[in-house]
């Protein structure tokens, strides 16, 4: 029976939602992916890039920017780990690339998630291990229409019900049970809407960047 894997980054570690072919689903969460990952799997998605230039934005990610806006950050290059401090790669990249081609802090903040997931890929391994992005992934479901934020009740509830008519109608009952765990709301909704795309998706933005390790930059939905 096949089953479908969704993984997102928390504060802790990661988050895997899963799905199996009858309908059966579930999460976990461990302090890293090599656990996660080997749960018996057809295809997985994940938030979290995958090919990464040295320097300048990845075409997926301004294509994806374009569809749903600022939730796509953008900068993730090759050893943006070995700074010292966010300040100290916005100096390098501005010098080298121009004003304004830095880093965010929301990108900068999940750089040792980014390193993790580029040490553990190959190209072989993207075969089924897929990068993802979940409102990318929502903004396919409703057909090209942005959602309200998933910081308001409004987005919460219609990304919740979204999911669950694709299969996961547990989800309301784990945002109770995640408690205590260290995962956010919006973590547990992000890696259900990965599984949906690891599931079901067809379409991608990118796929003709390859980084120097051989990885396809894109985005699939």
């Known amino acids: 029976m096949k089953t479908y894997l969704g993984l997102d980054g928390f504060r802790f570690g990661w988050v895997a939602a899963w799905i199996d072919e009858c309908g059966q689903h579930g999460f976990d969460y461990s302090p890293g992916l090599t656990r996660l990952l080997a749960t018996p799997h057809a295809r997985a998605m994940i938030d979290m890039p995958i090919g990464l230039k040295t ?49 965010s802090a929301q990108l900068w903040n999940i750089r040792d998630k980014i390193r993790e997931v580029d040490e553990i890929m190959t190209p072989v391994r993207q075969a089924t291990i897929g990068e993802a992005h979940p409102e990318l992934i929502l903004w396919n479901l409703v057909r090209g229409v942005r959602l309200a934020k998933k910081t308001s009740a409004e987005g919460r509830e219609l990304r919740i019900a979204l999911l669950a008519q694709r299969g996961f109608t547990k989800l309301s009952k784990w945002l109770m049970q995640r408690h205590g765990t260290g995962i956010d709301r919006d973590d547990l909704i992000d890696a259900c809407a990965c599984a949906v795309a690891a599931r079901d998706s067809k379409q991608r933005v990118g796929g003709d960047e390859i980084d120097p390790r051989g990885l396809r930059m894109e985005i699939n939905y």
């Open 55 to 103: 320097e300048g934005y990845r075409t997926c990610d301004l294509r994806a920017r374009e569809m749903v806006g600022p939730a796509v950050f953008l900068g993730a290059r090759r050893d943006l780990w070995r700074f010292p401090d966010m300040a100290a790669a916005n100096r390098h990249y501005w010098e080298h690339e121009g004003k304004g081609r830095g880093v």
